[in-house]
């Protein structure tokens, strides 16, 4: 397996003023005409809000665009499940934001582990995905005066947020959805559904395009083009529990990295403290209850020992609690923002209060979200208005009416901070290869923020990378169509045959989902919540004999060249192991805590994080060096010119 490497780590960040560096950027860099447009192929990879957004925007711009989903319809990518909202700098409340503010509170709430030129760039554009998305026909919530409302979300100090009741996601896909649909009729854009991506074809260098798996037929396929764009999202899944639907998958990401494409901050997964509790060992994924809900929910567990134990054995109606005895304890430790502190900072809270023994249910791993207060003072009905399909939901899936018992909550696995690195540009470490979206590490540091990756997502697509992908490709306006029936093709293509064979043929007798729940364990336990040197080197050890087994007692039944959904987990799972080994070397490197990355080593005396900017203020890029050998890390540094590194306080 080749692999092709740039030499140095170069982010490419633009000189000058901060608030200048992206008008300047897109001033200088290389532009291709109308007619030359029509010679250069793309393909996207993902038709979330990133690959949706930016296989419109490069078809509009008149690319020819290939698009790949596994899933039957690109709207069905896991985007639709976003609930809360999208941030933007509006400041229509008029409660003094800006696109410093937004910047800031984004930078601060990443715990000062990302880059500022594109955070702000981030904050820069953000007014324009709601100008585009209204434009688009996105249904999102109006005042009473039919103007765009806004709502509170973790970590800010003002209201920035705009949403579409519970579904905010959904509605936005929608929107990608019909600008895709347009491009799609007149032929621009090209969709292959129930297509899997299984390797990046390297040549000369330059990304060229990509063996896919045709997931109906079994079919291994080729597919050329001047630039490939990732937008496959992220890898939380390698927790095996986790938020994201059972299909997503870090595999296309993954495979990038073996050919090159260095891996930015694995470790730096997102810890959501609002999630419905695991309730048992069958269980195959868990469910979101949106940030949002903390505007008018207040999270508590009882004051009283006695009360928790009375909890979990089913003896009490925590409805009988008076709230005297009810611990409001992000209210009472973080009285600035209350019940909106960031996320990680209320998984960590939730924690600390289970681990203490005051659990409400009978595992003793949840704590209440209340709305008997907010239905007091607002009534019922403005509470249905905002939260109708999240109640709903709750009560279908626990039996219990969150109209009139609190909601029990508990933190769980739902983001990756992490992802491929890439430059300003967007480009990864082979030339020609983009990660947009939560594929790639580049705006949220240790922690995102909520309704931020909604943001994230549709900046990437609709305005960053029309703009940066045409300073690459302008300088590929004399290279011909690119031919598939090629050398490296060949190889790829053989590679991608001979390691799903190899699965297969194994003849074990555990399915993919038994390594990958083993797998789950061994994340939670060790690389989960609360990491230390002693747990991390364990589950490095863990994780190697785990892949062992995989390789001797995996058996995968069905027919090879036919539609197999076990022989596309048994690849994931695979890929899922090698970024769990992965993961724990960056956890262990990095003897800080920041953000989601919690090393016990590394704590205040109030068991806040600790971080240690003499030592760890860079991005960790880590390096492929072969099968079974240790990955190598380089270092970005991070540098801070326009905000002052401080402890971060919520209080």
């Known amino acids: 397996l080749k692999l092709f490497i740039m030499s140095i780590i170069d982010a490419k960040i633009p000189a000058g003023p901060l608030k200048d560096k992206w008008s300047n950027h897109k001033a200088h860099i290389g532009v291709v005409s109308p007619a030359n447009k029509k010679k250069l192929d793309i393909i996207v990879v993902g038709t979330g809000l990133a690959g949706g957004s930016a296989a419109a925007s490069l078809a509009e711009l008149g690319y020819n665009v290939a698009a790949f989903c596994y899933q039957d319809s690109p709207r069905r990518a896991h985007s639709i499940a976003a609930q809360g909202g999208i941030n933007a700098a509006k400041n229509y409340p008029n409660d003094n934001d800006s696109v410093f503010r937004l910047f800031y509170e984004t930078i601060k709430g990443g715990d000062y582990r990302a880059r500022e030129a594109n955070v702000y760039r981030l904050a820069e554009v953000s007014n324009a995905i709601i100008d585009q998305c209204v434009a688009q026909g996105v249904p999102f919530a109006r005042d009473y005066g039919g103007l765009l409302a806004n709502r509170s979300f973790g970590g800010a100090l003002v209201s920035r947020t705009f949403y579409a009741r519970g579904q905010t996601g959904q509605q936005l896909l929608l929107g990608c959805y019909s600008a895709m649909n347009r491009q799609i009729e007149k032929g621009k854009i090209k969709v292959y559904d129930r297509h899997e991506i299984l390797d990046i074809v ?98 508590w567990v009882p004051k009283k020992i006695e009360d928790a134990q009375k909890l979990q054995a089913g003896t009490l109606n925590p409805n009988d609690i008076p709230d005297e005895d009810r611990d409001f304890y992000l209210e009472r430790r973080y009285p600035a923002f209350g019940n909106l502190v960031p996320r990680d900072v209320a998984s960590r809270a939730a924690k600390e209060r289970c681990d203490a023994g005051f659990g409400v249910n009978n595992t003793g791993k949840a704590v209440f979200l209340d709305f008997k207060y907010a239905i007091e003072q607002l009534g019922r009905d403005t509470i249905e208005k905002r939260y109708g399909n999240l109640f709903q939901m709750y009560e279908k899936i626990t039996a219990v009416d969150p109209y009139n018992n609190p909601m029990m909550i508990y933190p769980a696995i739902h983001y990756s901070m992490g992802g491929l690195w890439v430059d300003y540009n967007l480009m990864t470490t082979i030339p020609g290869l983009y990660a947009i979206g939560e594929c790639n590490f580049s705006d949220h540091g240790a922690n995102r923020l909520g309704a931020s990756a909604l943001m994230q997502g549709l900046a990437d697509g609709y305005f960053i990378l029309p703009y940066t992908i045409g300073d690459y490709l302008a300088k590929e306006i004399q290279t011909p169509k690119i031919k598939t029936n090629t050398p490296e093709f060949d190889e790829a293509e053989k590679h991608v045959t001979e390691r799903l064979r190899k699965l297969f043929d194994i003849k074990g007798t555990k399915s993919p989902d038994h390594f990958h729940k083993l797998l789950g364990h061994i994340m939670w336990d060790y690389i989960g919540m609360a990491r230390e040197a002693k747990g991390l080197e364990k589950a490095i050890q863990l994780i190697a004999e785990l892949k062992e087994e995989f390789y001797k007692d995996l058996r995968v039944v069905g027919e090879f060249t036919a539609m197999n959904n076990e022989l596309e987990k048994a690849a994931r799972v695979a890929d899922f192991i090698e970024l769990a080994n992965l993961m724990a070397h960056d956890a262990l490197d990095r003897n800080e805590s920041c953000g989601g990355h919690c090393r016990l080593e590394s704590v205040t005396e109030e068991g806040e994080a600790k971080r240690d900017d003499a030592h760890y203020t860079y991005v960790s890029v880590w390096e492929y060096k072969g099968e079974d050998k240790a990955p190598e890390l380089h270092k970005e540094n991070l540098v801070f010119e326009n905000v002052e590194l401080t402890q971060r306080s919520y209080k």
């Open 202 to 299: 390297v040549v000369d260098g330059k990304a060229r395009g990509v063996i896919a798996r045709d997931l109906v037929t079994g079919k291994i396929e080729r597919f050329g083009a001047h630039a490939v764009v990732l937008a496959t999202g992220g890898y939380g899944n390698v927790f095996f529990l986790s938020t994201n639907a059972m299909g997503c998958n870090g595999s296309a990401a993954w495979q990038a990295y073996k050919r090159g494409a260095m891996f930015g901050n694995p470790c730096f997964v997102q810890i959501h403290p609002t999630c419905i509790p695991v309730h048992g060992e069958q269980q195959s994924k868990l469910t979101l209850m949106s940030e949002s809900l903390r505007n008018d929910g207040r999270v």
